[in-house]
């Protein structure tokens, strides 16, 4: 009598199956056929073929570009899995690249989940008086809708002010919200909503610590707008400088300064660079990877060479910062890991909805690029011309 041996692919699917119904593997988590392969100690072609069966049966989807995902379980008894986007981005020349990198995150994470994102409520933020803002709060629920992730204005006090009818419009409508990226506008504003966020003090320090070690003496901080992400960069680049003073070295003296909003983005520029050159700084840490751009740009038409002379970073890891040569350094928010936490915020904010306000953040990490090199001997002791 003789016995068949059952193909290894389906060894390991039904182990994996077996995993799934006890529920030892959560919902939205990736199933890599490397990672599978690596596990079993079998070749790729044959954890694909199991990851093939699992899909057979329901169990993953797979995405282009984006792995093999658990099909997700249904939502919750009256928790409709809706949500919509209402994202104040930054009005100008870079503002949809933006806003399409600052959904990215939510789109991939509805994908894995089986959930829908409504983007047409608010189209893009919205604008108009309270009476707009009603009706397109109350077109959301209309459509299903169960809470709102809302990323707020930084630009001026009257888009904080719209930010605040909004918010009281969904307040009102009994559409509980989370904050993503940054609270509302206002220096050392209070916290009302649950918020999700990068850990913005943990990228400014070390981007001014990458160009402290990369020799730079004199760094800069530049600024945007009094919002808690900006307060939080600056408090890390002040942190970093107080860091490398410890010991017998008195502390590098700080230098802010701040993106007038109110000038055309060059002109802007063209003040700030002024500045730097002034003070001979060597190292400028930017709020976002726009500025810093900005500035390489008019710091090179003057004769500036970057980074020899001054090594610049930013934050966000905008795609415009890696679309030349001269790359930005940058710190990169974890887009995936935001809309992940951004949604289980939510859904404790719907089963406990008097709970205080929940502030999560989410670590980051820094790309290393051109535009911060390590800095050269023989550049007047780390300072630039002054030109």
């Not at 993953?60 to 009256?78: C, V, W």
Request: glycine share 10%.
């Amino acid at each position: 009598m003789t016995t068949e041996r059952r193909p290894k692919y389906l060894t390991i699917s039904g182990l994996i199956e077996d995993q799934i119904r006890r529920g030892d593997w959560q919902d939205g988590m990736l199933l890599s056929a490397r990672g599978i392969a690596e596990e079993h100690q079998v070749s790729p072609v044959t954890a694909s073929r199991a990851l093939q069966v699992l899909r057979d049966k329901g169990l993953i989807r797979t995405f282009d570009r984006l792995g093999s995902y658990l099909t997700p379980t249904a939502p919750a008894e009256g928790l409709t899995a809706r949500w919509a986007l209402c994202f104040r981005v930054t009005p100008g020349p870079w503002h949809q690249a933006t806003l399409s990198t600052t959904r990215a995150g939510f789109q991939q994470m509805a994908r894995r989940r089986g959930i829908e994102l409504d983007t047409e409520s608010f189209i893009e933020g919205v604008i108009g008086g309270p009476v707009e803002f009603r009706r397109r709060v109350d077109r959301a629920v209309g459509a299903g809708v169960s809470g709102v992730f809302f990323l707020p204005s930084r630009v001026s006090e009257e888009s904080a002010r719209e930010d605040e009818a909004i918010l009281a419009s969904c307040r009102d409508a009994g559409l509980p919200v989370v904050l993503v990226e940054r609270n509302l506008r206002g220096p050392n504003r209070s916290l009302d909503y649950d918020l999700v966020a990068m850990d913005d003090v943990d990228g400014g320090l070390r981007c001014t610590r990458h160009l402290i070690d990369q020799g730079r003496r004199r760094v800069a901080f530049v600024t945007g707008s009094p919002t808690s992400s900006h307060e939080g960069r600056l408090a890390g680049y002040l942190a970093a400088l107080h860091a490398d003073g410890n010991g017998d070295r008195i502390p590098p003296r700080p230098l802010v300064l701040e993106q007038d909003t109110d000038l055309p983005l060059k002109a802007a520029y063209q003040r700030l660079a002024d500045r730097i050159l002034a003070d001979r700084v060597d190292g400028v840490v930017c709020f976002q990877d726009y500025t810093a751009i900005g500035l390489i740009l008019e710091l090179l038409t003057r004769g500036a060479r970057i980074p020899r002379e001054i090594a610049l970073t930013g934050f966000d890891d905008l795609p415009i910062g890696d679309s030349f040569a001269l790359g930005v350094t940058t710190f990169a928010p974890p887009a995936d890991a935001i809309a992940e936490e951004a949604l289980r915020l939510m859904r404790r904010r719907i089963e406990e909805p008097s709970a205080p306000p929940l502030k999560v953040l989410v670590p980051g990490r820094l790309i290393v690029r051109e535009s911060s090199g390590p800095h050269r001997e023989g550049q007047g002791n780390g300072s630039n011309p002054g030109r």
